[in-house]
Protein backbone atom coordinates (compact mmCIF):
# COMPACT_ATOMS: atom_id res chain seq x y z
CA UNK A 1 0.00 0.00 0.00
CA UNK A 2 1.67 3.49 -0.94
CA UNK A 3 1.93 5.70 1.93
CA UNK A 4 1.53 9.67 2.18
CA UNK A 5 4.61 11.21 2.32
CA UNK A 6 5.56 12.10 5.92
CA UNK A 7 3.46 9.63 7.55
CA UNK A 8 3.89 7.45 10.65
CA UNK A 9 5.25 4.62 8.90
CA UNK A 10 7.77 5.75 6.26
CA UNK A 11 8.94 8.68 9.32
CA UNK A 12 10.07 5.31 11.29
CA UNK A 13 12.36 4.54 8.59
CA UNK A 14 14.31 7.02 7.69
CA UNK A 15 17.20 6.60 10.43
CA UNK A 16 17.19 2.99 9.38
CA UNK A 17 21.45 1.89 9.26
CA UNK A 18 22.44 5.33 10.68
CA UNK A 19 23.99 5.52 14.05
CA UNK A 20 23.30 8.54 15.99
CA UNK A 21 25.38 10.27 19.20
CA UNK A 22 23.68 12.31 21.46
CA UNK A 23 25.00 13.85 24.52
CA UNK A 24 22.29 15.16 27.26
CA UNK A 25 22.01 16.69 31.03
CA UNK A 26 24.22 18.53 33.08
CA UNK A 27 27.64 17.79 34.55
CA UNK A 28 28.50 17.40 37.92
CA UNK A 29 31.92 18.82 39.29
CA UNK A 30 33.00 17.72 42.72
CA UNK A 31 34.74 20.02 44.86
CA UNK A 32 35.19 17.52 48.28
CA UNK A 33 33.76 13.84 48.93
CA UNK A 34 30.06 15.71 49.50
CA UNK A 35 29.81 18.50 47.29
CA UNK A 36 29.44 19.60 43.48
CA UNK A 37 29.40 21.97 40.58
CA UNK A 38 26.52 21.66 38.38
CA UNK A 39 23.87 22.96 36.47
CA UNK A 40 19.38 23.17 35.93
CA UNK A 41 19.38 21.12 32.67
CA UNK A 42 16.98 18.45 32.89
CA UNK A 43 17.75 16.27 30.15
CA UNK A 44 14.60 16.25 28.47
CA UNK A 45 15.66 17.62 24.87
CA UNK A 46 18.18 15.54 24.21
CA UNK A 47 16.03 12.28 25.41
CA UNK A 48 13.87 13.40 23.12
CA UNK A 49 15.96 13.68 20.60
CA UNK A 50 17.57 9.76 21.62
CA UNK A 51 13.98 8.15 21.25
CA UNK A 52 13.03 10.20 18.48
CA UNK A 53 16.05 8.39 16.88
CA UNK A 54 15.28 5.17 17.70
CA UNK A 55 11.79 5.51 16.95
CA UNK A 56 13.08 6.21 13.38
CA UNK A 57 14.78 3.31 13.19
CA UNK A 58 18.74 4.40 14.24
CA UNK A 59 21.17 2.71 16.07
CA UNK A 60 21.21 5.47 19.01
CA UNK A 61 23.60 5.81 22.09
CA UNK A 62 22.79 8.43 24.53
CA UNK A 63 25.97 9.82 26.98
CA UNK A 64 23.93 11.20 30.15
CA UNK A 65 24.71 13.41 32.93
CA UNK A 66 22.56 12.79 35.88
CA UNK A 67 18.85 13.41 35.27
CA UNK A 68 16.02 11.93 36.55
CA UNK A 69 14.67 10.14 32.75
CA UNK A 70 14.26 6.51 32.22
CA UNK A 71 16.23 5.46 29.39
CA UNK A 72 13.70 5.63 26.17
CA UNK A 73 13.16 2.74 24.09
CA UNK A 74 15.83 0.90 21.99
CA UNK A 75 18.81 3.34 23.55
CA UNK A 76 21.90 2.59 24.45
CA UNK A 77 22.57 5.01 27.62
CA UNK A 78 25.85 5.73 29.29
CA UNK A 79 26.14 7.47 32.28
CA UNK A 80 28.89 9.99 33.17
CA UNK A 81 29.24 12.58 35.95
CA UNK A 82 31.66 14.93 35.19
CA UNK A 83 32.59 16.53 31.89
CA UNK A 84 35.72 14.64 31.60
CA UNK A 85 33.92 11.99 31.98
CA UNK A 86 31.21 13.02 28.96
CA UNK A 87 34.66 14.01 26.76
CA UNK A 88 36.29 10.75 27.25
CA UNK A 89 32.94 8.87 26.24
CA UNK A 90 32.37 10.58 23.32
CA UNK A 91 36.09 10.53 21.90
CA UNK A 92 36.19 6.71 22.64
CA UNK A 93 33.46 6.19 19.28
CA UNK A 94 33.31 8.86 17.07
CA UNK A 95 31.86 6.52 13.94
CA UNK A 96 28.39 8.11 13.68
CA UNK A 97 26.29 9.48 10.98
CA UNK A 98 24.75 12.28 13.22
CA UNK A 99 26.15 13.79 16.47
CA UNK A 100 24.29 15.73 18.36
CA UNK A 101 24.64 17.30 22.13
CA UNK A 102 22.29 19.20 23.92
CA UNK A 103 24.46 18.33 27.29
CA UNK A 104 24.62 21.48 29.50
CA UNK A 105 28.22 20.44 30.37
CA UNK A 106 30.27 22.68 32.88
CA UNK A 107 32.88 24.87 31.17
CA UNK A 108 35.03 25.04 34.88
CA UNK A 109 35.37 22.45 37.34
CA UNK A 110 37.03 22.76 40.77
CA UNK A 111 40.38 23.24 40.47
CA UNK A 112 41.94 20.56 43.19
CA UNK A 113 39.29 17.83 44.11
CA UNK A 114 39.44 18.00 48.15
CA UNK A 115 39.86 14.38 49.34
CA UNK A 116 38.03 15.32 53.00
CA UNK A 117 34.87 17.62 53.43
CA UNK A 118 36.20 21.32 53.20
CA UNK A 119 35.39 22.83 56.92
CA UNK A 120 33.97 26.12 57.18
CA UNK A 121 36.36 28.60 58.58
CA UNK A 122 35.33 32.48 59.36
CA UNK A 123 35.41 34.37 56.64
CA UNK A 124 35.04 33.97 53.13
CA UNK A 125 35.91 31.16 50.70
CA UNK A 126 37.56 31.52 47.02
CA UNK A 127 37.27 28.53 44.67
CA UNK A 128 39.72 28.18 41.79
CA UNK A 129 38.06 26.68 39.05
CA UNK A 130 40.12 25.36 35.73
CA UNK A 131 38.47 24.87 32.14
CA UNK A 132 36.97 21.87 31.26
CA UNK A 133 36.96 20.95 27.48
CA UNK A 134 34.85 21.95 25.00
CA UNK A 135 33.55 18.71 23.76
CA UNK A 136 31.34 19.89 20.60
CA UNK A 137 34.73 21.88 19.60
CA UNK A 138 36.82 19.05 19.90
CA UNK A 139 34.51 16.36 18.26
CA UNK A 140 34.17 19.91 15.55
CA UNK A 141 38.43 19.87 15.23
CA UNK A 142 38.66 16.14 13.96
CA UNK A 143 35.18 15.16 12.66
CA UNK A 144 35.03 13.80 8.86
CA UNK A 145 31.45 12.60 7.62
CA UNK A 146 29.49 13.21 10.35
CA UNK A 147 26.60 15.33 10.39
CA UNK A 148 27.57 17.45 13.70
CA UNK A 149 24.59 19.67 15.40
CA UNK A 150 25.06 21.48 18.55
CA UNK A 151 23.00 23.77 20.37
CA UNK A 152 23.36 27.27 21.70
CA UNK A 153 20.86 28.26 24.66
CA UNK A 154 21.02 32.20 24.14
CA UNK A 155 19.88 35.26 26.41
CA UNK A 156 20.58 37.98 24.26
CA UNK A 157 21.69 38.29 20.14
CA UNK A 158 20.48 34.81 20.14
CA UNK A 159 21.25 34.11 16.26
CA UNK A 160 24.16 36.55 16.45
CA UNK A 161 26.02 33.85 19.24
CA UNK A 162 24.45 30.80 17.60
CA UNK A 163 26.05 31.66 14.20
CA UNK A 164 29.64 32.52 15.78
CA UNK A 165 29.40 28.97 17.31
CA UNK A 166 28.59 27.11 14.38
CA UNK A 167 31.52 28.59 12.84
CA UNK A 168 33.46 28.42 15.49
CA UNK A 169 33.00 24.97 16.46
CA UNK A 170 33.28 23.51 12.60
CA UNK A 171 29.24 22.37 12.85
CA UNK A 172 26.73 21.39 10.36
CA UNK A 173 23.71 22.67 12.47
CA UNK A 174 22.92 24.17 15.06
CA UNK A 175 20.16 24.54 16.96
CA UNK A 176 19.19 28.35 18.66
CA UNK A 177 16.90 29.01 21.55
CA UNK A 178 16.52 32.10 23.33
CA UNK A 179 16.29 30.63 27.59
CA UNK A 180 14.13 33.74 28.21
CA UNK A 181 11.53 32.87 25.80
CA UNK A 182 8.15 30.95 27.71
CA UNK A 183 8.31 27.57 26.91
CA UNK A 184 12.12 27.67 25.80
CA UNK A 185 14.64 25.92 27.43
CA UNK A 186 15.47 23.90 30.91
CA UNK A 187 12.94 21.97 32.24
CA UNK A 188 10.11 22.80 30.08
CA UNK A 189 8.32 20.16 27.68
CA UNK A 190 8.24 22.52 24.73
CA UNK A 191 11.00 24.45 22.80
CA UNK A 192 11.25 27.65 20.29
CA UNK A 193 14.22 27.07 18.23
CA UNK A 194 15.91 28.49 15.07
CA UNK A 195 18.33 25.83 13.14
CA UNK A 196 20.53 27.57 11.31
CA UNK A 197 22.73 25.68 8.59
CA UNK A 198 26.70 25.51 7.58
CA UNK A 199 25.24 26.83 4.34
CA UNK A 200 23.54 30.03 6.09
CA UNK A 201 20.08 28.67 5.92
CA UNK A 202 18.02 30.16 9.03
CA UNK A 203 14.83 28.18 9.87
CA UNK A 204 12.44 29.84 12.85
CA UNK A 205 9.84 27.14 14.42
CA UNK A 206 7.00 28.35 16.67
CA UNK A 207 6.73 27.05 20.15
CA UNK A 208 6.92 23.34 19.64
CA UNK A 209 7.00 20.00 21.84
CA UNK A 210 10.25 19.25 22.66
CA UNK A 211 9.50 15.41 20.86
CA UNK A 212 8.81 17.61 17.66
CA UNK A 213 11.17 19.23 18.23
CA UNK A 214 13.27 16.48 17.84
CA UNK A 215 12.08 15.09 14.84
CA UNK A 216 12.37 17.87 12.74
CA UNK A 217 16.14 18.32 13.64
CA UNK A 218 16.79 14.39 12.77
CA UNK A 219 14.90 15.24 9.72
CA UNK A 220 17.12 17.80 8.95
CA UNK A 221 20.10 15.47 10.00
CA UNK A 222 19.08 13.61 7.51
CA UNK A 223 18.89 15.78 4.54
CA UNK A 224 22.20 17.03 5.27
CA UNK A 225 22.94 13.74 5.40
CA UNK A 226 21.81 13.33 1.67
CA UNK A 227 23.25 16.03 0.35
CA UNK A 228 26.61 15.38 1.38
O1 LIG B 1 29.69 27.36 23.93
P1 LIG B 1 28.42 26.83 24.47
O2 LIG B 1 28.53 26.13 25.79
O3 LIG B 1 27.27 27.82 24.48
O4 LIG B 1 27.99 25.73 23.38
C1 LIG B 1 26.86 24.94 23.55
C2 LIG B 1 27.01 23.70 22.74
O5 LIG B 1 28.30 23.11 22.95
C3 LIG B 1 26.01 22.63 23.15
O6 LIG B 1 25.73 21.84 21.99
C4 LIG B 1 26.79 21.84 24.20
O7 LIG B 1 26.31 20.51 24.33
C5 LIG B 1 28.20 21.89 23.66
N1 LIG B 1 29.27 21.92 24.70
C6 LIG B 1 30.10 20.83 24.87
N2 LIG B 1 31.13 20.89 25.80
C7 LIG B 1 31.30 22.00 26.56
C8 LIG B 1 30.46 23.11 26.38
C9 LIG B 1 29.44 23.03 25.45
O8 LIG B 1 29.93 19.81 24.18
N3 LIG B 1 32.29 22.03 27.45
Keep these: KLLAKGSASEEA ?7 VLITAGPTREPLDPVRYLT ?14 AAAMGAETKLISGPVELGVPAGVTRIDIGTAQEMFEAVMADLNFDIIIMTAAVADYRPKSVQSQKIKKVPGDLALEL ?3 PDILYEVGQVKDKQILIGFAAETERVLEHAEEKL ?5 DMIVANDVTVKGAGFGSDTNVVTFITAEGEH ?18 AVSLINKA
Design 13 to 19: AILKGKR
Design 39 to 52: NHSTGKMGYAIAAA
Design 203 to 220: IAFDQMEKAEVAKAILKK
Design 167 to 171: RKKNL
Design 130 to 132: TRN
